[in-house]
């Protein structure tokens, strides 16, 4: 049986700090008048802290006399006195810890490796100093989100931005474009509707003669909101943002965002969703849930037309992907392929691998009766947040007895002698993946409601042209 009379042992410990008997260590902090010099055992110093394990051996260790001297004039004294108390004793004593200087300890404790009390500085922080915190945030928020220790306060501070951006900016002087674009950067900012409705509304109110009703604004109001905005968009957050988000928040705002700045983005964001786990909306069929969904659609639709670098938005895709055949229904035989698809034009094969989320495929536009060569054929991977796209440029489309669909030269060759399985060409060789799916669509135009008033669009400068 062992007793734990650590209040004792405690209590003993600190004598050695009030009395400093046997002392080795002179610890001076702080600068000019306000200086001052503690004296510690080097012994309890080293046991306990980090930074004085590193700082009290070898050439580090500067003596005067027979004592160690240590300089630490970034340090005030009322901290460090706070400091040197919670070494000796394990207690923090906030009683005279008021805004800036418990601050000023949370940063002190982590420079000496006391990284056990950050949490509690932390907590202190926001649930007991709560205003001064708020107030002074603005001022403090680079310090506090360039440290990786202090993720309970980046936590609180992002979260409170996000819901209530003014609890934080409590008025237009505080908030601006730099402040904001530094916040972003430091991960501070999380966009929600928000959170980017206040950033509109500042937008709008440094702009005095724009009115509430945005319908009497007119072309040179639009132009300088736009030109405002675009000062103060925090990109990073909007690049951390799920595809469901970005849809709803940035896409109906695209007319005011910079083009190029919103072209990236969405690229981002259809390929984090397309090789990603979330679930999102499957491209529309009478077949129920399908393998691919509208940014898989989205990004296929835009090759299709060889529009790599400025792609469809999901509203504007021409095409409707026509559900043909389905491995886990109709089977994975190369015959059921070819006796449905052989006669199709237009066709995307894809195939969703065994205990992956990644898909691979095809998009052949002419038929499958032989080999065709074709320079709009192409393959494509989506998985782990990429989306590579390889156009064939030799066979490129490849009947093989005993095969399913195959593209290129041996580029992919699908259900080999009638395997659930494809094969990839990854440089000079393929690999074998397991299916555990597939389907086949094929791609037909959207049907467009008749025009029967041509006559007075094309007075108006609108016209209608096939994509």
């Not at 680079?142 to 220790?149: G, N």
Request: hydrophobic share 35%.
């Amino acid at each position: 049986m062992s007793f734990h009379l650590l209040t004792k042992l405690s209590r003993d410990i600190c004598q050695l700090f009030d009395t400093a008997a046997y002392y080795d260590v002179i610890i001076r902090v702080g600068k000019g008048t306000h200086a001052k010099e503690f004296q510690a055992h080097s012994l309890i110093l080293r046991t306990r802290s980090s930074y004085f394990r590193a700082n009290l051996v070898g050439d580090k260790a500067k003596t005067e006399y027979d004592k160690i001297i240590i300089n630490k004039t970034n340090i005030t004294p009322s901290v460090f006195e706070v400091i040197l108390k919670y070494i000796y004793s394990g207690k923090v004593d906030f009683m005279n810890c008021r805004g800036q200087n418990t601050l000023d300890l949370l940063f002190a404790a982590e420079e000496l490796g006391l990284i056990e009390i950050l949490e509690y500085i932390q907590d202190h922080l926001i649930h007991n100093q709560e205003e001064w915190m708020d107030t002074n945030f603005i001022e403090y928020h680079r310090e506090i989100f360039d440290h990786d220790s202090f993720k309970t306060l980046q936590i609180h501070y992002a979260n409170k931005i996000a819901y209530n951006p003014m609890c934080v900016f409590e008025n237009q002087q505080i908030f601006s474009p730099t402040t904001l674009n530094s916040l972003d950067e430091r991960g501070c900012i999380k966009l929600n509707e928000a959170m980017w409705g206040f950033i509109v509304n500042w937008t709008r109110s440094q702009i005095p003669r724009l009115s509430n009703q945005v319908s009497g604004w007119i072309k040179e109001d639009w132009d300088e909101f736009k030109e405002t905005l675009e000062e103060c968009i925090p990109w990073k957050s909007i690049m951390n943002l799920s595809w469901s988000e970005f849809s709803d928040l940035l896409i109906p705002c695209e007319p005011f965002l910079p083009k190029e700045r919103f072209e990236v983005a969405l690229i981002h964001h259809l390929v984090k969703a397309c090789g990603s786990t979330s679930i999102i909306t499957p491209i529309s069929t009478n077949h129920g849930s399908t393998i691919l969904n509208i940014c898989h659609s989205t990004l296929l639709s835009s090759w299709i037309d060889r529009k790599e670098h400025k792609i469809y938005r999901p509203a504007e895709i021409p095409y409707e992907f026509k559900l043909i055949v389905r491995g886990r229904r109709d089977g994975f035989s190369p015959e059921t392929f070819h006796q449905k698809c052989e006669t199709i034009p237009r066709t995307i094969v894809v195939f969703k691998m065994n205990k992956t989320n990644a898909l691979y495929g095809g998009y052949n536009p002419l038929d499958w009766k032989f080999d065709r060569t074709t320079k709009d054929s192409f393959i494509f991977n989506f998985d782990d947040n990429k989306a590579d796209i390889n156009r064939l440029t030799r066979v490129a489309i490849h009947k093989r007895q005993g095969y399913g669909p195959c593209f290129g030269h041996e580029d992919l060759l699908a259900f080999p002698n009638g395997k659930q399985a494809i094969l990839w060409k990854t440089n000079d060789n393929s690999e074998s993946l397991p299916v555990v799916d597939y389907e086949v669509y094929q791609v037909v135009d959207k049907l467009r409601r008749p025009n029967f008033n041509s006559s007075t669009h094309e007075k108006n400068g609108i016209t209608h042209k096939k994509r």
